[in-house]
């Protein structure tokens, strides 16, 4: 347990870690659905299995520093989308893929569907789409369930830098199987896995900072271990600095969500990700040396997703910026960092 995190949360961690120890990588979504993982946070009345956005973090979280190929967090996300749908089955054998446009792009629902959307996580093995669209007459937002198959659907194959399917899918008077009327605003979708993005940004920065102070502990130079010298204890330190920033960003993030100010607390929450990630990854691998960049080694298994996940599912930069104009927008500057009485 860490600082002052509630005893269930960390629980629950360890819970999800003892679950996916030894697992292996070709049966942790089976895992993770047996469990009930995947529709944590979506109400029993749709067909989920309870609980809150965090403890659906605290899952993800221990997943990533766990079993970082489980992609919880899209399977979350999908899971959300279909419960707020009505579309939720708990039995489900096959995974879901969401089509999120990109923040300045929509998706336009008429007769069929057009626009494109990039990043999508595993659009090519889907056995169906989930497109947040607006509809074309009045702008409202709405979910569509698309056939992989259908006419119209073009997915062009890509990956992140941790090599994960990162795909881009392009509609063209695609018509859907089903259409939900009333769908969350893309806004709020992208909220909500940015969200449950930093989770697993904090497990996988606290997957790499344990695998290092092992390393730096037991490996040693000039007859003494690494972390006997200074330069290496600054480095770790730093590590550890970082570390702790995100685990305070995360709580702050998960206390004002559902409130007025999560739109600020999350985007704060990725600035500061995104710093951490790139400086984490840096010098985890600076102190590793060529070991860390073997295949055999665990360690670019987090680093390699710290690197892309940063940027999931809205660029550092683009963070940046929301966070800059609520603090533009919102009045005294002082009062925000002090108070946080600032509109999101």
């Known amino acids: 347990m860490s600082g002052d995190e509630p005893t269930d949360e960390a629980m629950l961690r360890q819970i999800v870690a003892e679950a996916l120890t030894g697992v292996a990588t070709g ?44 992609a919880l967090v899209e399977a979350m996300q999908a899971s959300w989308l279909l419960g707020e749908a009505g579309w939720l089955d708990p039995d489900r054998d096959e995974p879901y893929a969401v089509a ?6 929509t998706i336009t629902l008429h007769t069929g569907l057009t ?12 056995s169906a789409l989930l497109v947040c669209a607006v509809a074309a007459d009045d702008g409202r937002p709405v979910l569509a369930r698309v056939d992989p198959a259908a ?7 890509g990956t992140n830098l941790a090599g994960e399917p990162r795909d881009q899918v392009t509609v063209r008077g695609c018509v859907p199987l089903r259409v939900a009327m009333t769908a969350p605003h893309a806004a709020d979708v992208r909220r909500r896995e940015s969200l449950l993005r930093a989770a697993a940004l904090l497990g996988a920065v606290e997957r790499t900072c344990q695998l290092t102070v092992d390393h730096v502990r037991v490996r040693t130079q000039f007859g003494r271990p690494l972390l006997a010298q200074q330069a290496v204890a600054h480095a770790v330190a730093t590590m550890a600095g970082e570390r702790e920033q995100c685990r305070a960003a995360l709580r702050g993030a998960l206390d004002a969500w559902g409130g007025d ?19 984490v990854a840096r010098l985890a691998h600076q ?22 996940w940063r940027d999931e599912p809205v660029a550092t930069r683009t963070a940046s910026h929301t966070l800059g104009t609520v603090v533009a927008g919102g009045g ?11 509109r999101s």
């Open 27 to 70: 049966t942790l979504w089976a895992t993770a659905r047996d469990l009930g993982w995947l529709a944590v946070g979506v109400a029993e009345q749709v067909g989920g299995s309870g609980g809150t956005v965090r403890d659906a973090a605290a899952i993800v979280r221990a997943a990533a520093a766990t079993a970082p190929e489980l």
């Open 100 to 105: 999120l446009p990109d923040p300045a792009e």
């Open 115 to 126: 626009g494109s959307a990039t990043g999508v996580a595993g659009a090519r093995t889907a």
């Open 151 to 157: 006419d119209g659907l073009r997915v062009t194959p």
């Open 261 to 279: 100010h999560a739109a600020s607390r999350v985007a704060a929450a990725r600035v500061i990700f995104g710093r951490a990630a790139t400086t």
């Open 287 to 308: 102190l590793h040396g060529a070991v860390g960049i073997t295949r055999e080694h665990p360690l670019h298994r987090s680093t390699g997703r710290l690197l892309a």
């Open 332 to 342: 005294d500057l002082w009062q925000w960092v002090v108070t946080d009485r600032i």
